[in-house]
């Protein structure tokens, strides 16, 4: 046992601190002026592409990706790198290309796809020179339960026939998303878990209508190209969209879920980091009633919870990350469920205190805390809310017990 | 001791039924609508006007208002009429001439007016033909402690000179805003609590300039008139603007702070019985996993924590207006800040799990949950932050405890 | 709408409050000395029956039970006497004959009893001159769901013969403890809850075996009779010891249940009280770093807490009593669940701070703190455990929402 | 970076894991017998001792014990060991000769005393033929700032004279217990942190004075012998008693603090998981409402959260434990504090879950969860409440962001 990075970490962790410090928070306040000087309301600000530039000729580029296609990193090496770039969630995610929904996309493609769909998106993904999009939430269902979701794929001759709505499909509301991998029934008869297929869907295809971007609390993400609600009516494509075999949605699915949750939860905890510190600052600052809002005893013990709920997290991602590594996804499931539990919900909290001790700009457009604090809590309801991993990992938590096992109380 | 209501407000309470399902329900959709399609970003749909011409045709007229000058209603009376209007927070106030800021501020000026005050301002006001907004809270200190206002407000010859900087001064934003009630330094020499005065300051005074509108997470409230930051500088008003008199700032604020708490918690208690509403519509509806949400403990158990935190919350507040009536604002002292403490955290917390029980929709502009939040998140913060009203409080208590007197232990 | 008490209840509060601080609070050290001193490890100390000889020549007696046989009080005004018994809850309900399980028999016999079970049992009951127990709960079934209580009650001839495990039958280690009320079931094949009915049992009846006390965290409540596990074995009682008919066990144990919840409740508040005038003594006390511990913000927020919770849970009980006297306990089930779901655990976390604001002390003998908490634990299990009340009264809140019926939206 | 436990650790897990489940279960119910069947109140069972001798025989002896005198284990390889002691709290560490507060007395005399104070009583503590307790905690002072305690130690010639009162000096009542620590002042006039010394003294000391056992809750832990309070009335033992030199006693006492935060929050661990093992046996064999307990949503909530928390408190634990093999335990400063700030209160939590799930059985003697929960609640007291620790922690935090140090924003 050892908590320690090894070196490949603390050499690229050095590196993306350098760059996040030197050059994504003084592209910060230029990304705000910038947003406001846009003539179209859903594309990024020049800043991003500069910071992109930048990235790559530092070498801090897909770092997400392992194999081949990427950075070849392992997940216990790249989540502390995914860590820092949530200090700054707007900027430093894209600036490495390294923002969801592209990096789950690039993963399904290098993973699944064949070489003609990676020629085709994955390549240009890669570069950047594209975005690309996730079409699975519905609205008409309860998406949590995936084998709800009820857009049809229907196969007729070579090609498919895609008809539902999808909405919260983050990313598309920006033009320069070309690409969206919808989630689709293409059999209605098989059993529960394979009558799902993912396909990939142009985005000037006849019959895609992209009808509104989605709101969470009052912002429209129009910073990373919203979240798009689209009506699929009569689409076709050609079978050889199809990403995987048909049935496969499901799993493919699930194959995502894995190293998304790390990025997500790291960030997340980037987040956390950055929030804890602007409080830190804050009260040290502050007077009232006498002295630094920080010799207060409330405040104070919101720091102390703050820093020892974050540690505690930290330290269960960088384990499941480990896992997946070393007994792979499947067997890091409980884990992967954990995580997703406790991190959203523990960062949530910290901001909300972070807010707090800010007054009325922590509520405000003048600090980034609103902002994290609504990034965190859309996250306790991405990938199904809470409740549905908790009720999973309890069912697995009672089987356990049912044999006498006690050599094995822990996961 | 007697729990029901009495028949005035039972008739009362019935005839606002009435209009806000009648016709404050209906009229929300059509104000959406027309907040998409405004020309000017901050004024009011014409919708409000409509509202408002019926509310007084029915009576339903300035209720808030005790006193010759309005409806003449107690607290305890008007206390579960305001918890009606909660239902639709952004449309029923106005529509009956009740909403915030302009009800202290007609408070305000039929209280401590003078003859000449009150006929400029308050009667336009209590026609609605203008809107006003009040001006305490500055960017620069921590606003909690009032006797950290800043802005200055100095005598020369028969004006006042006001420089300083306030900012969620809220309605501000909207062109018909046309009157600030200004908090201020009159005299930083005096003792700490009369150095401060309110003044009231007309919008074209030369010298008021209206920066930005303040976003609470990412609203701009824009549909109420916003949150203005507003600069000062070198404003001059004649010495009859001021409130009071000299030195008064710091009492008049606490005046207003009564009744507008009792306003403020049974709107955000209305607020929290719409949220729970559509919580047990959304669970009975949506079906996952085999059965409806409804069906799940975890969900259960929400709705019951929610009806029986709010149940003590209204009591409490219920309780408040009462001890107002009968014993006065100031022996309800501890009660006006227990219910500050209290009704917003758990009216924040009802509406979160309404949130959480509606998925991506409820975060977003497709209910009206993730607006309610923001609105009782915010009063977490206005007035001062929940902490600062607990300190107090708990001083109070402690003090009670010196000398041995167990027969008086209750509030 | 009226929070304050009417006359009588000032009068009774102003007489009950004399009573425990002139003569409970002095008894309590020397009770304690006598438990310590006493030969029988189950029986009361001698200075009970000092403190009820006291108690009924003051007119302090029976208070609680309503009718021709007690002090005929509504629900609205014992309440707050029974909050004042609450501050020494060892002592002071006993010392006024408005002790538990003892009450609930006596409005049991009351109601539902014939002329011969009055005058055998409940005549020396009201005088104090025997105890009683009620035998509900057993260890081999989860007795919160009472349709599960197997303990076979069977008619044979003109006698009934009693079959089952019985356990936590509070009092009836006391030897004085003379009759058991016992739940059980006379007819498997009748509907789901018509199939118990409730006998008395003589202590002295042939097949009765009390086994042994059953401890809660420790404590074998010896000072009020324990709480014993007791095998009924082939035991025979005449048909005449039935009480009502046959199948109505069910029915006369909800009957017992609303006015039981109020005694309790309320005694919980009182026991907060006690605990929070406690609290806030010893940290005005106690120096640690440089001050009192009274200066520490957090022991501030746990004491503005305190009261706010305590304030609201106060007024729900209270409510509940008014519309147990107005409405009915049938009309008042929800309040009735909601009072047992929130003043129980509000009370715990209450004594909870308390105790740690006394340190090691906190959970020692020297204090009532640890003793008062856990009563209010064991209170969170009596009755059915918080789980079970939560979801049954979700239920009936959901069942309310399914026609729109926005007018009506509280309890 | 890596997660797993090492060959070692590995191995010694499963001999006692082994151990603890084929020798130390099966004699709990053993254990409970003889402790009703004592004639000494505060001695231990004959079962202790046939435990020590096996578990000796098995080379499971001194395993807490770095350096030549003990096992010499890391913290890190000790740690995993602690845990599967807490399994069985009562029984599993004194078997192993590896108790508080015998430990850290242990490592007290190893690390601190002179040759002939380990002679004398480091040789008989490390054999198990007697026992010691630490004598620190005072009834008249808050004891948490330890440089309030109060007990005189005063030199005269070549000999201590001690006078003062200690309480909760845990295994005291035994009389086998033949020495005691005293922590006490021996200059007044010193600094601060170098008033205070520690001693050696002889139970049969005259003028030391074992008064009465401690409760807690309602346990008087007379299986470990107690908690005693103790007056020490003109004590005199000879110079060569004193641990290390003068004005010591506050550096010597940080010393222990850190292995035996180790040792107490992983058996806390291991209580947790023996709680929530019994909780879902328990809820998997309980029927009410139609299905086991196992089905209801709540009822796995509980189970969900008591896992997620419990691994990551068992990580932070892990990783102290790392720190302080790696870094020393100054450098382990902030996680020391923030394991003994996060542990107890977590394993709180999940024991109070584990009690509700089983209804009155959980608060009773029949299950060992009561007694579980009262550990852990007194674990939030002992070295200091969680409060304490909460300040401190927050003020090394605050310090951290002083200058702008994004780059080590984790501890």
């Given at each position: 046992m050892d908590?320690?990075?090894?070196?490949?970490?603390?050499?690229?962790?050095?590196?993306?601190?350098?760059?996040?410090?030197?050059?994504?928070?003084?592209?910060?306040?230029?990304f705000e002026r910038q947003l406001l000087d846009r003539t179209d309301p859903w594309t990024a600000p020049p800043v991003v592409a500069e910071l992109q530039a930048e990235a790559r000729r530092r070498g801090l580029w897909n770092l997400f990706l392992p194999g081949e296609h990427g950075a070849g990193l392992t997940n216990l090496r790249y989540a502390p790198l995914a860590e820092i770039t949530g200090w700054s969630p707007s900027l430093a995610p894209v600036a490495l290309n390294c923002a969801a929904p592209d990096t789950g996309n690039m993963e399904l493609l290098a993973e699944f796809g064949t070489a003609e769909q990676?020629?085709?998106?994955?390549?240009?993904?890669?570069?950047?020179?594209?975005?690309?999009?996730?079409?699975?939430?519905?609205?008409a269902v309860a998406s949590s339960d995936a084998t709800n979701i009820a857009t049809r794929i229907e196969r007729?001759?070579?090609?498919?026939?895609?008809?539902?709505?999808?909405?919260?499909?983050?990313g598309a509301m920006d033009p320069r998303c070309a690409l969206f991998v919808v989630m689709g029934r293409t059999d209605p008869t098989a059993a529960r878990h394979r009558q799902h297929s993912q396909i990939l869907v142009p985005r000037g295809t006849p019959g895609v209508h992209v009808r509104r971007g989605m709101r969470t609390f009052g912002y429209d993400d129009s910073d990373h190209g919203g979240h798009a609600e689209i009506d699929f009516v009569d689409v076709w494509v050609p079978v050889g969209n199809l990403v995987g075999e048909e049935g496969s949605g499901f799993a493919i699915s699930q194959a995502r879920l894995g190293p998304g949750r790390i990025h997500h939860c790291m960030r997340l905890v980037g987040m956390a980091e950055r929030a804890l510190e602007l409080?830190?600052?804050?009260?040290?600052?502050r007077h009232a009633f006498g002295g630094p809002l920080a010799a207060q005893g409330v405040v104070r013990d919101w720091i102390a919870e703050s820093r020892v709920r974050l540690e505690q997290a930290r330290l269960l991602v960088l384990k499941t990350a480990w896992l997946m590594d070393t007994v792979g996804n499947r067997q890091a499931h409980t884990e992967i469920q954990a995580i997703k539990i406790v991190v959203p919900e523990t960062v949530e909290w910290i901001i909300d205190r972070a807010v707090q001790a800010h007054g009325a700009a922590g509520v405000s457009q003048d600090t980034p805390l609103a902002r994290l604090w609504t990034r965190a809590r859309a996250l306790r309801l991405a990938d199904?809310?809470?409740?549905?991993?908790r009720q999973s990992l309890a069912r697995r938590e009672l089987r356990r017990h049912q044999p006498r096992n006690p050599g094995m109380s822990h996961v």
């Open positions: 908590f320690g990075y090894d070196e490949t970490t603390e050499r690229l962790r050095e590196r993306l601190t350098d760059f996040v410090t030197g050059w994504v928070y003084p592209a910060e306040p230029v990676r020629e085709r998106w994955l390549t240009p993904l890669l570069e950047a020179r594209i975005r690309s999009a996730f079409a699975m939430t519905e609205p007729v001759g070579d090609e498919y026939v895609i008809n539902g709505r999808k909405w919260f499909v983050t409080m830190c600052r804050r009260v040290a600052d199904g809310p809470d409740e549905v991993h």
